[in-house]
């Protein structure tokens, strides 16, 4: 029977079966023995702490004990509160009688049987299933005073034990899992390589599979000789299967050809022999061709390509056939059904089959993408605008030549620079938060600026245009800045002011009036015009009186009426000296015509305070209504102006008069 049931295990039960018996009796005898010699040495250390403490209150109950002291010795013995394991303590006098106690009343205990106490009084301590008795003598000048008898639970001590119990059951628990490492990697070296061997041979017979067994070690040992043969047997049935090798080797060149073939099947590919004839197009060369990659077949590739200087093609095209330079993305422009085209070519030998592969993609619109981008550049750098381009942290990105010369700076010194180190005189804080608020509402700016260029020393006025650039992708942007120098449009604006405005009192002159009713005068009018001619009472007097300075002080304060006493649209000049012309465009009729001249009079007639003088001086006014379809010219008008001028002067002055009413001889 037992060896028929030895027999009935498995190898692996035969190897791991002794070893976890004996791993797990020895572990057990040894855990046990370790177990009782640390639960003895935690049962002294008890004892010796207890006994400790024992010591130190009994010294502090000797005075208590001396003067019978209960209260004071109830108050000491209370400071056994602090170890909680204490159950009890009585001090017994000499003559046997309790002098104080303490009880913790979260305890309970039992009295010591009476073998318990005989044991207690010999050795001063002995040890129940529940607790542990003691017997502490107090001494004072080596005389027994009395004794404290304790009470100690042994709860703590319990816990302990069942905590040692736990660790061991783990422990036990961790040996048997390695027991376990050790009986795997056992199989590992003894029963893996039988099973091995076993599976290769099964899978030769069952699956026609002729893999080698390997050796997990260099041993020489039987197992490893049976491996051996075993690999001996494979190695011939392997030889078998040279000629489905040498086949497979035969695909996989034939596949490197595809690969080949296929590495550019993005593009057009057409595969030409010695003498530049098709002999292999693919499916996209249709859309390239507009023809089917059959009907490709046997055409030279020249004629496919249809090249603009067949010259030059035939030429590298025979260097690419012979192997001698290959085209290498090379650019040709061609002829197709669309018109021109521009073809980006790449060849490749394959000398196996002594053919070249091409490989075409149309780059029309890229390339002329690319020179649209070099027009532009060319642009940005010959613009005569000087053009500043920022990155959205305001950090100087590109730069042209203009903005160079404006500046003063070679471009490589303002790359990559924050802008105000390079237009710090520029930077004006109220211009620039205007700038920014634009730029984020609008994402566009303009205005003028002064720039101070510190090389030259000169402050040039220029007019910029700002817009911000921003990328619909990334949401990136970037901030453009035109900027352009109109020093000499203010110059010419200068000039036009100065020869168009009186130098004296900066209102428009002759040539101004002149050119205003010019324009006035010669276009359609749907509306009514009046020309009041004003001229100062009193002028001579006062030139005469107090001085040409004195004259012209009164001559600016004379035009400033005169602007405060016209509407908006209206315009007054100074033709000379005191005279005057308004011109009131347009009026509906003669009303505001003879308002606004009796608020000039009014104006004017006021005195006039210089210096320590009070100046008087008055106006008087003719003014001539130009119908809408009246096309007198301007001299006729300014003459029958003035004509209704000196009327209004022969009618005592400071009043104001129209030309149509004076006689019309006296216009003539």
Known sequence: MRNNWMNSLSLNQRLYLPLVFFVVILFIVFQTLSSYKYIESEKQNLVNRITILSTGIGANLTAAIQFDDVITGQEILSAFSADPMLVSVSVFTAADTIFADFNNTDKLHSSANNAEELTLKKQGHVFSKQHLYMLVPIYMDETELAKMKIVVSLDGLHAL???????????????????????????????????????????????????????????????????????????KLNQRESKIKHTIVQLEYEKAFADDVISTVQHALLVVDHAGHIILANDSSSKLFHDSPQALLSKHICDVINPSDPQIFQQSLQNALLGKKQFSHDLIKAVNANGTAIYQLVSHPLSHKHQTLFALEDVTEKSLAEQQQHLAAKIFENSRE?????????????????????????????????????????????????????????????????FYNRNKKITTPLHLKINKIIDSETNDSQIVVLASDISSAKEAKRLAYIAQHDALTHLPNREFLHHYLVEKLTLPRTYVMAVLFIDLDGFKFVNDSYGHEIGDHVLQIVAKKLMKSIRQNDIVTRLAGDEFVAVLNPVKNREPIINIGERIIDSISQPIHIKEHIIHVGASIGYYYIESEDISGIDNVLHCADMAMYQSKMQGKGCITEFNQVEEVECM
Not at 199 to 204: G, L, R, S, W, Y
Not at 216 to 223: G, R
Not at 435 to 450: R, V
């Open 386 to 450: 000087a053009i500043l381009l920022l990155n959205c942290h305001g950090h100087i990105e590109m730069v042209n030549r203009a903005f160079c010369h404006l500046i003063g700076q070679k471009s490589s010194k303002m790359i990559g620079k924050y802008y105000r180190s390079v237009l710090t005189d520029t930077d004006n804080l109220p211009m620039k938060k205007d700038i920014l608020m634009a730029l984020a509402l609008d994402q566009q700016w303009q205005g003028e600026c002064l």
């Open 161 to 235: 034990q069942w905590s040692q119990l736990k660790i061991s059951f783990y422990l036990l628990v961790i040996l048997i899992l390695l027991s376990c490492f050790v009986i795997h990697r056992l199989r590992h070296w003894m029963i893996s390589p039988i099973r091995q061997l076993n599976d290769a041979m099964i899978n030769v017979i069952h699956f026609n599979q002729t893999e080698m067994v390997q050796q997990q070690t260099n041993s020489k040992d039987e197992f490893s000789k049976l491996i051996n043969y075993f690999n001996t047997m494979i190695i």
